[in-house]
């Protein structure tokens, strides 16, 4: 599967040899994902390409124990006042940091209003204490964005449990882009309750 992403990457790219591209290079004081800390200090760096709704890409970040390379591709498009997607994103990692993950991915928004939902497969057991078939996850988040202040309450359902708030703050400053946000997590997601601060700064350009 991740040479099949790779290579429909790749076709893409060829046969759109005049169209315009765009590529991202980022540094976050803590990498989190989904409300799950990956790696204190982490530069990561992306490949994209959108035409009439249609998107696919890349996107790689330093976890410790190697890299981790998403692919992802998809469709959105505005109906009225709403926004609407559907996309499959896969999780690749090059070292032992952790097992595949591959998922669809349904999107929703309406104003300052957005739905975000991921139906997953995991290949490893998320429960290690008792290993099963737990591999399955859907994972929910609503976000609020108004100004660049953002609210997200996120929770996963299936083999999968936990939820997370974050809240934060994103401008531009001389063509850089700086975040910083608060994340808290419950102990159902990472074992126990935390919290975090993490800044973030990244650049995006095109590419002709």
């Given at each position: 599967?991740?040479?099949a992403?790779?290579?429909?990457?790749?076709?893409l790219?060829?046969?759109?040899?005049?169209?315009?591209?765009?590529?991202?290079?980022?540094?976050?004081?803590?990498?989190?994902?989904?409300?799950?800390?990956?790696?204190?200090?982490?530069?990561?760096?992306?490949?994209?390409?959108?035409?009439?709704g249609?998107?696919?890409?890349?996107?790689?970040?330093d976890?410790?124990d190697?890299?981790e390379?998403?692919?992802y591709?998809?469709?959105?498009?505005?109906v009225g006042?709403?926004?609407?997607?559907?996309?499959?994103?896969?999780y690749f990692?090059?070292?032992?940091?952790?097992d595949t993950y591959?998922?669809?991915?349904?999107?929703?928004?309406?104003?300052?209003?957005?739905l975000?939902?991921a139906?997953?497969?995991?290949?490893?057991?998320?429960?290690?204490?008792?290993?099963?078939?737990?591999d399955?996850?859907?994972?929910?988040?609503?976000?609020?964005?108004?100004?660049?202040?953002?609210?997200?309450l996120?929770?996963?359902?299936?083999?999968?449990?936990?939820?997370y708030?974050?809240?934060?703050?994103?401008?531009?400053?001389?063509?850089?882009?700086?975040g910083?946000?608060?994340?808290?997590?419950?102990?159902?997601?990472?074992?126990?309750?935390?919290e975090?601060?993490?800044?973030?700064i990244?650049?995006s350009?095109?590419?002709?």
């Amino acid at each position: 599967m991740k040479k099949a992403i790779y290579g429909l990457t790749l076709l893409l790219m060829t046969a759109t040899a005049q169209a315009d591209f765009s590529g991202n290079l980022g540094y976050m004081s803590e990498y989190h994902f989904r409300g799950i800390l990956q790696k204190v200090s982490s530069v990561s760096g992306g490949l994209d390409y959108e035409s009439g709704g249609f998107y696919v890409g890349t996107w790689a970040a330093d976890v410790g124990d190697g890299l981790e390379v998403d692919g992802y591709f998809g469709y959105g498009a505005d109906v009225g006042d709403v926004s609407l997607s559907v996309g499959y994103t896969g999780y690749f990692y090059t070292g032992d940091f952790d097992d595949t993950y591959q998922e669809i991915n349904l999107g929703a928004g309406f104003g300052m209003l957005s739905l975000d939902v991921a139906i997953g497969k995991y290949d490893g057991d998320f429960d290690l204490e008792t290993p099963g078939d737990q591999d399955a996850y859907t994972y929910a988040a609503l976000t609020l964005e108004n100004n660049g202040f953002y609210g997200t309450l996120a929770t996963f359902a299936q083999d999968a449990d936990g939820e997370y708030l974050e809240l934060g703050y994103g401008t531009t400053v001389s063509d850089f882009d700086i975040g910083i946000a608060l994340i808290l997590a419950n102990k159902d997601l990472i074992g126990v309750d935390d919290e975090s601060l993490v800044f973030t700064i990244g650049k995006s350009f095109d590419i002709n």
